[in-house]
């Protein structure tokens, strides 16, 4: 089959299309001809050399894709050959062909195509298992996101609002704050031009908001902290402003807030399942419904992996982008 090889650590220009072997397929999994895949900021950190695949993990990119089944192992009994699917893997979605743990794998959400449904496994998974899973979002409470424009911050400003949420995100640019406002976001605030944490004060008249996702790490912990209510949750998913700060911890001690960090892809296959058939459960109907549609800015060819790499690293995009093979 053709994968993309990360061929030495570097830039996008390092990631080659070869041939290589077809994945091996264990009793536990399925194997996928891919239909498309997503490009995530882990797959450049991981291109980079900062981001290694777990243990037994596929050496090439993508953490998402969509396909057709080829083949099924003997230990699995709810998929079968010629099932069209979406999944969640560790690894090996950039790609014509992969095998994953069947309890990773999801039907085609309702009415999405097979190709656009790629989009949704990493995000919706990585939104669900944080932010409702973990920090408890109900309907009724303030939700802030950081990066509301990206892959990440366009799902989860959709499924927040479909679950009963106030969703507050921050972005750089007044192109993206009008996207999100168009996705159903109440409090859109330009990080280049405004304080966040000021404005979260004064829209919440100084109470602050119940959750936040952030993928920016320790540049913002302090403001985060800042901008939390009593009891407040904050989860943090990426290190895109460093991954050391230096805080004041009185804010955290007088409103009982809570700091988590956590990675998706180093769960354990158990904990992985379990996420993606809460995310069926959950989330897939409001996919049914039309409440959460995918935000795709993109579509590449696989041979074109360098120049989405490329893309995702300059930030000028909205929602996701998608490679085909």
């Known amino acids: 089959m053709k994968a993309v090889v990360i061929t030495t650590y570097g830039d996008p220009e390092v990631l080659q299309i070869q041939e290589v072997e077809d994945p091996e397929m264990k009793e536990d999994e399925v194997l996928i001809n891919v239909e498309a895949t997503a490009v995530n900021r882990a797959d450049t950190s991981q291109r980079k050399g900062q981001y290694p695949a777990p243990k037994g993990a596929s050496p090439y990119l993508g953490l998402e894709c969509s396909g057709t089944i080829l083949a099924v192992g003997k230990h699995v009994s709810h998929w079968k050959v010629g099932d069209q699917v979406c999944a969640l893997l560790s690894g090996g979605g950039y790609a014509e062909k992969v095998s994953v743990p069947a309890g990773q ?12 449904a ?15 899973m973990t920090s408890k979002l109900s309907a009724g409470e303030k939700f802030l996101v950081h990066g509301g424009s990206s892959g990440i911050g366009t799902f989860a400003i959709q499924i927040a609002k479909y679950r009963g949420a106030t969703v507050f995100i921050t972005a750089g640019s007044e192109e993206k704050i009008a996207f999100c406002k168009g996705l159903g976001a109440d409090v859109c605030i330009n990080y280049k031009t405004e304080d966040f944490a000021a404005r979260v004060k004064e829209e919440t008249a100084g109470k602050g908001v119940d959750v936040i996702l952030d993928c920016i790490g ?11 209510s009593v009891d407040g949750r904050l989860f943090i998913i990426g290190f895109q402003g460093g991954a050391v700060s230096e ?35 959950n989330v897939w109907p409001a996919i049914a419904e039309g409440k959460v549609k995918p935000v795709i800015y993109k579509y590449f060819p696989l041979s074109e992996a360098a120049e989405a790499h490329r893309l995702t690293e300059s930030s000028k995009h909205i929602g996701k982008l998608v490679l085909v093979p």
């Open 247 to 281: 805080i004041n911890l009185a804010p955290l001690s007088a409103k009982r807030a809570t700091v988590q960090a956590g990675s998706l892809r180093t769960r354990s296959t158990e904990s992985k399942a379990k996420i993606v058939s809460e995310v069926e459960k």
């Open 105 to 116: 794998v999801l039907p085609i959400p309702p009415g999405i195509s097979l190709k656009d």
């Open 218 to 228: 320790g540049a913002y912990l302090q403001q985060n902290l800042d901008s939390l």
């Open 118 to 132: 790629a989009s949704f496994p990493e995000v919706a998974c990585t939104v669900w298992s944080t932010s409702f």
